[in-house]
């Protein structure tokens, strides 16, 4: 059985401002996400993004009452299948969903994983980029990515 990509509102943004959100579709095809989190993205997402409600709105909104809704709805939603991968960063947020048992992964880790998949040739350069956006990545969170990227600078 495949892998249900599932990702929150943090990973789209960053992705977009640094123009490489189609790195999420060469790494996983088809991604899917929830229409809060397609409402805060803001914009239009790419024909290769699916958008489901989650079912079970009860647990959503029990959800909510610990992180903010676009999160609770990714949580929610990527608990629904046995086989997913939660893309999240917020750090409250990531404890949370492993807390539950879900595989999850944050937009740096998507990038890192690109690289040795071969999509992307160079980490550094992108991770500039990031550098650039309200995104925070301390000096020893980027070495320790160029490292996990096998990228020794």
């Given amino acids: 059985m495949s892998k249900i990509i599932v990702s929150d509102t943090s990973c789209l943004i960053l992705l977009r401002k640094i123009e490489e959100l189609e790195v999420l579709h060469?790494?996983?095809g088809t991604i899917t996400t929830t229409p809060e989190v397609a409402s805060e993205f803001g914009y239009k997402l790419p024909d290769w993004f699916s958008v489901i409600a989650p079912h079970n709105k009860v647990y959503q909104a029990e959800v909510e009452q610990s992180v903010d809704l676009g999160e609770a709805s990714a949580i929610a939603l990527a608990m629904e299948f046995e086989h997913?991968?939660?893309?999240?960063?917020?750090?409250?947020?990531k404890k949370f969903a492993q807390k539950l048992g879900l595989h999850v992964i944050g937009t740096l880790g998507v990038l890192v994983e690109a690289k040795k998949a071969g999509f992307i040739p160079h980490l550094k350069?992108?991770?500039?980029k990031v550098r650039q956006t309200n995104f925070h990545l301390s000096e020893r969170l980027e070495k320790m990515i160029?490292?996990?990227?096998?990228?020794g600078y």
Wanted: net charge negative.
């Fill in 26 to 28: 060469a790494l996983f």
């Fill in 125 to 128: 350069p992108i991770l500039e």
């Fill in 146 to 151: 160029l490292a996990l990227a096998e990228e």
């Fill in 84 to 93: 997913s991968l939660l893309i999240i960063d917020d750090l409250k947020g």
